[in-house]
């Protein structure tokens, strides 16, 4: 009895350490992943992703947009306290209040349902409005030893910083789906066109607005080497736009592109790149694997269990077995119902595992090329749970556009396919479908 005391003890303390590493090791992960904004920020103002097909360059470009989008929001609280420390005579309440106010009146108003629909550009005009009031005791000039700025200057950012995060406008740009999980709304659709400098406000088609993480994926097909001759191209002010971001944006403009191949994506804005990422590894730790396998092998059991009792019944019918058993298998039912129950606790545990991507991150385009390529790249590594990866876009988003490729060819008497309409007039509706989904 004493030895099997002994046992016993030991299995429990062995346990607890078990049970302890794993949870100190999962909140080393977390902690991790909520460094990740930095990081993410820290790697550049512009950055393009390349690698072969299924080398997780979207999965990594959602991350990334999904973590610089809660930098964005941490940034600018944390340059509004410093603001807050700067003006020592300001009721920073009344200043909330008059922000609150305008807004409320305009969605009212205008019968808004979404802060993306305000007129920002009028509403922050107001601001000068508010400041007037201000012109005599903020007349002079702060410093933090390294700059000088106005008083009045420093009031209107905390205005602007106070009314992008508390009703924010479209942080995130993306050329498809894309799910914003920092402000829980669609992503707005990216036109490439928007960014062309020369030719954006002519064509009122200005969409880059900070602060904003753009996100372009299978950049190179819409404005790859194969147009770097194109007059229209060099002269479209894109690439001016991104040699600008930094400092037009005030450090609040990310712009992010993904490849198939870097080489093909369009030089004037390669060259803009602060820093290029090519897939190395990716390992995957799940949280709670023994719940996940349990709840596997019941749902095992419970449909061995079922199909015994009908190959029972048609013991010497495997046919009718079949057909019996698809049957009642198809039908809805107890053992359904049970399926489903243990399906969504395995796919939300599964959900919240852990995610480590490993990406080598070049600075210049030739150190790609170089097969030994040893000490010309630093390693990158993002860490975070599944849903922060893929559960926010859509691996298979251009899924539509051969589907309406394959409705548009019809099969001839020979055998054969012919096109009822031109490609490239049908990759241009699907582009029209895709900016008003």
């Given at each position: 009895?004493?030895?099997?005391?002994?046992?016993?003890?030991?299995?429990?303390?062995?346990?607890?350490?078990?049970?302890?590493?794993k949870?100190?090791?999962?909140?080393a992960l977390?902690?991790?992943y909520?460094?990740?904004?930095?990081y993410?920020?820290?790697?550049?103002?512009?950055?393009?992703?390349?690698?072969?097909?299924?080398?997780?360059?979207?999965?990594?470009?959602?991350?990334?947009?999904?973590?610089?989008?809660?930098?964005?929001?941490?940034?600018?609280?944390?340059?509004?306290?410093?603001?807050?420390?700067?003006?020592?005579?300001?009721?920073f309440?009344?200043?909330?209040?008059?922000?609150?106010?305008?807004?409320n009146?305009?969605?009212?108003?205008?019968?808004?349902?979404?802060?993306?629909?305000?007129?920002?550009?009028?509403?922050?005009?107001?601001?000068?409005?508010?400041?007037?009031?201000f012109?005599?005791?903020?007349?002079?000039?702060?410093?933090?030893?390294?700059?000088?700025?106005?008083?009045?200057?420093?009031?209107?950012?905390?205005?602007?910083?106070?009314f992008?995060?508390?009703?924010?406008?479209?942080?995130?740009l993306?050329?498809?789906?894309?799910?914003?999980?920092t402000?829980?709304?669609?992503?707005?659709?990216?036109?490439?066109?928007?960014?062309?400098l020369?030719?954006?406000?002519?064509?009122?088609?200005?969409?880059?607005?900070?602060?904003?993480?753009?996100?372009?994926?299978?950049?190179?097909?819409?404005?790859?080497?194969?147009?770097?001759?194109?007059?229209?191209?060099?002269?479209?002010?894109?690439?001016?736009?991104?040699?600008?971001?930094?400092?037009?944006?005030?450090?609040?403009?990310?712009?992010?592109?993904a490849?198939?191949?870097?080489?093909?994506?369009?030089?004037?804005?390669?060259?803009?790149?602060?820093?290029?990422?090519?897939?190395?590894?990716?390992?995957?730790?799940?949280?709670?694997?023994s719940?996940?396998?349990?709840?596997?092998?019941?749902?095992?059991?419970?449909?061995?269990?079922?199909?015994?009792?009908?190959?029972?019944?048609?013991?010497?019918?495997?046919?009718?077995?079949?057909?019996?058993?698809?049957?009642?298998?198809?039908?809805?039912?107890?053992?359904?119902?049970?399926?489903?129950?243990?399906?969504?606790?395995?796919?939300?545990?599964?959900?919240?595992?852990?995610?480590?991507?490993?990406?080598?991150?070049?600075?210049?385009?030739?150190?790609?090329?170089?097969?030994?390529?040893?000490?010309?790249?630093?390693?990158?590594?993002?860490?975070?749970?599944?849903?922060?990866?893929?559960?926010?876009?859509?691996?298979?988003?251009?899924?539509?556009?051969?589907?309406?490729?394959?409705?548009?060819?019809?099969?001839?008497?020979?055998?054969?396919?012919?096109?009822?309409?031109?490609?490239?007039?049908?990759?241009?509706q699907?582009?029209?479908?895709?900016?008003?989904?």
């Amino acid at each position: 009895m004493v030895i099997f005391s002994e046992i016993v003890f030991w299995l429990i303390v062995l346990l607890v350490v078990i049970l302890t590493f794993k949870i100190v090791r999962l909140n080393a992960l977390f902690k991790s992943y909520n460094y990740m904004p930095y990081y993410c920020m820290s790697l550049g103002y512009c950055g393009l992703i390349f690698g072969k097909k299924g080398s997780n360059k979207s999965t990594l470009l959602n991350f990334i947009s999904q973590m610089i989008t809660k930098g964005l929001v941490m940034e600018q609280n944390s340059r509004m306290h410093e603001i807050k420390e700067s003006l020592k005579d300001i009721n920073f309440n009344e200043v909330n209040k008059y922000i609150d106010d305008l807004v409320n009146a305009e969605m009212i108003n205008n019968e808004f349902i979404d802060t993306v629909q305000l007129d920002r550009s009028k509403i922050k005009n107001s601001f000068y409005n508010y400041l007037a009031h201000f012109q005599n005791e903020l007349n002079t000039y702060h410093t933090d030893y390294l700059s000088i700025k106005s008083k009045i200057d420093l009031l209107y950012d905390y205005m602007e910083y106070y009314f992008n995060i508390n009703y924010p406008g479209d942080y995130m740009l993306h050329n498809g789906y894309r799910y914003n999980i920092t402000h829980r709304k669609l992503a707005k659709w990216f036109d490439v066109k928007s960014m062309e400098l020369n030719t954006a406000v002519r064509d009122n088609n200005w969409q880059i607005c900070y602060p904003v993480v753009v996100t372009y994926d299978e950049a190179s097909h819409h404005k790859g080497n194969i147009k770097s001759n194109s007059k229209e191209q060099k002269e479209s002010g894109s690439s001016i736009t991104l040699s600008l971001a930094r400092n037009g944006g005030d450090d609040l403009i990310y712009y992010w592109a993904a490849v198939q191949e870097n080489g093909n994506y369009f030089k004037e804005e390669r060259d803009q790149m602060d820093v290029l990422l090519r897939y190395h590894d990716k390992r995957m730790i799940r949280v709670f694997p023994s719940v996940q396998n349990a709840c596997s092998l019941i749902k095992k059991i419970a449909i061995n269990f079922n199909q015994l009792k009908y190959r029972i019944k048609y013991l010497f019918r495997y046919d009718k077995y079949l057909e019996e058993w698809d049957k009642y298998y198809n039908s809805p039912g107890i053992l359904r119902n049970l399926i489903v129950k243990l399906n969504k606790i395995n796919n939300f545990l599964f959900s919240y595992s852990i995610m480590k991507l490993r990406f080598k991150g070049y600075y210049r385009i030739e150190d790609t090329k170089l097969k030994d390529d040893t000490g010309l790249y630093d390693r990158y590594q993002f860490v975070g749970p599944l849903y922060a990866f893929w559960g926010t876009f859509d691996s298979h988003s251009y899924k539509a556009l051969f589907r309406e490729l394959d409705s548009n060819y019809t099969s001839n008497s020979s055998k054969y396919y012919s096109s009822k309409c031109n490609t490239e007039d049908l990759s241009n509706q699907y582009i029209t479908f895709a900016e008003r989904r």
